[in-house]
């Protein structure tokens, strides 16, 4: 976890536009964090196509090809409204790696752009029952995925989260100068958390009824709202992982709303609409929020400085108390 931001040659960019066949047209930024610099291109028609370049490291391309790879199977084997990768050249879904006399080099791929519009205050329970369903049939895209795929992609769990959000992996095993700006109170319930919630995940129970692969991020703002149904974008971060963690992600954002329990209740009607809830999956779903908390708690350690953003210093000191309350539910 970082707040790099890369800047793209200007050559490199061309090169990715030509690449996947992304002719005239105006370019927009989306976003240019972590490493990752996501694009917007609009044709004079006005179709709409995300362009993403990485850094090429040694498995960029692998993992590239394993998120395609999943795309292409939501979009046509499940009808699930996501990203539809464009070809590199007419071949490969990845680009090769593109270089020029700047340092290093880049990954690029393309994808469709999914129409519809993310809601906030606008959100409905009928909304959130809609998001329900569209997380189960995500889910149950597990049952026939192509292989490799998720030897592919890392297991989003404490572990995972550690190796990106250093400064937690460090406060969390005691080291005094990870604690450096934060009270005594912040850093011991951040470790007491870190344990605790390793301790509740280990007593959960396994196997295809409760964990694949999963999106991760799968909160309001990237589903898109339509009449006529609901898509998910935002995939360069799906992982092997439990399946209430989507669901956690996608309560976790409105939770201290008004009505937001009722808003469970129809993302929970809405899943078991389309694939049965598992045993347990309540218990499940709590230490999934406590994870998410706890992630949160990850990023806010990343900045600077923790109060980078008004709501940082809070965050760290309620985060104990809150994954507490979520694993004695």
């Known amino acids: 976890m970082c707040h790099a931001r890369p800047m793209i040659p200007t050559r490199i960019l061309r090169r990715a536009l030509e690449g996947f066949g992304l002719g005239r047209g105006r370019v927009r930024m989306l976003s240019r964090r972590f490493g990752k610099v996501c694009l917007a291109h609009t044709r004079p028609d006005g179709t709409r196509t995300q362009l993403r370049l990485v850094r090429a490291l040694p498995d960029s391309a692998f993992r590239l090809t394993a998120e395609t790879r999943w795309l292409m199977h939501l979009a046509h084997a499940h009808h699930l409204d996501v990203p539809i990768p464009h070809a590199w050249r ?4 990845v680009s090769h790696e593109l270089t020029d006399e700047s340092p290093g080099a880049w990954r690029a791929i393309a994808c469709s752009w999914v129409a519809g519009r993310h809601l906030n205050h606008g959100l409905r329970r009928a909304d959130f029952r809609r998001a329900g369903a569209l997380l189960a049939r995500l889910h149950l895209a597990n049952a026939n995925a192509p ?21 937690l992996r460090d406060v969390a095993a005691g080291e ?6 934060l009270s005594p109170g912040v850093v011991l319930g951040l470790r007491q958390s870190c344990v605790a919630l390793a301790d509740a995940q280990a007593a959960l129970p396994r196997g295809a009824a409760h964990e694949g692969l999963i999106h991760t991020d799968a909160h309001w703002q990237n589903l898109r709202f339509r009449r006529d149904g609901v898509g998910i974008v ?4 799906f992982a092997n992982g439990r399946f209430m963690l989507d669901v956690a992600c996608l309560w976790s954002k409105v939770e201290r709303r008004r009505g937001s329990e009722a808003m ?3 993302v929970l009607a809405g899943y078991h609409d389309v694939r049965s809830l598992p045993t347990g999956f309540m218990r499940d779903l709590r230490v999934m929020l406590a994870f998410r908390r706890v992630d949160y708690a990850g990023w806010v350690l990343s900045w600077s400085r923790p109060d980078l953003l008004p709501w940082g210093p809070a965050l760290l000191a ?9 694993l004695t539910w």
């Not at 005094?176 to 700006?181: E, F, I, K």
């Not at 935002?234 to 971060?237: A, L, V």
């Open 176 to 181: 005094p100068a990870a604690g450096a700006g």
């Open 90 to 93: 007419g071949a490969s879904l």
């Open 147 to 167: 292989t490799g795929i998720a030897a592919a992609r890392h297991t989003w769990w404490i572990p995972r989260l550690f190796e990106l959000a250093t400064r």
């Open 318 to 326: 309620e985060a104990p108390a809150y994954v507490e309350r979520q």
């Open 234 to 237: 935002d995939f360069e971060d």
């Open 264 to 266: 469970l209740d129809a």
